[in-house]
C-alpha cells in the first residue's frame, strides 16, 4: 500500500510540474496579449491623431513648389488624403475626391494630398491622370505621415472649420462613406 500511494504522489507531483511548465510558458504569451489588446484599443484615444483633437499642423511644398500649410486653412473644412501612384485603391478613390472637391468648392472644401513614399514625376503624373485638381506634395522624411500614424495609403482625414479631426477613413474611401464624413465637416 506505501508503494502504490507513494508511486501516486510521485505521478501527481508529475503532471503538478508539467501543469507548472505549461501556465509558466503560456502566461507570458497571455499577458502580452491582453497587454496589446489593452493598448490597441487605448491606441486611439490617447493618439493625437484621434477624432476630436486638433490635426497636427504640417508645412510641405505642392508639386508646383507652392506652400500648404494646414494652419492656413482653419475656417475651412478639409481633407488630407495619403496616397501614392503605385496604390491600387487610390486610383479607384480619386474620382470620387475629385468629385467631392468640385461639389463642394463654393462651400470652401479644401482638399490636400499627401504623398507616401512616392517619387514626385509619379505623383505629377499620376495627378494628371486621374484629373486630381487639388495640391498634393511630397512627404520628405515622411514627418508628416508620422504624426498622423499613416499606415499604409489611401488613408484620409476630415478635419472640420475649427482643424478638429472629425473622422479617418483608413483604406479605400466609398462613395457613400464620403459622403457621411463631408457631412460632418462642410456643418458650420
Sequence with gaps: MTATVTARRAMDLRRLG????????????ILVALLSGFLVLRGPAASPTAIGNLAPDFSLTDLDGNPIHLADLRGRP?????WASWCGPCVEEFPLLSEAATRHAEDGLVVVGIVWQDRS??????M???DATWSSAMDPGERVAADYGILGPP???????????????????SATSLDEKLAAIMEE
Excluded at 478639409?78 to 495619403?82: A, E, H, K, L
Design 155 to 173: 488613408e484620409t482625414y476630415f478635419i472640420d472649420r475649427d482643424g478638429i479631426i472629425v473622422a479617418r477613413q483608413i483604406g479605400q474611401i
Design 78 to 82: 478639409v481633407i488630407v488624403n495619403f
Design 121 to 126: 514625376e509619379a505623383a505629377r503624373s499620376f
Design 18 to 29: 508539467r501543469t507548472h511548465l505549461v501556465i509558466a510558458a503560456t502566461l507570458p504569451v
Design 128 to 130: 494628371a491622370r486621374n
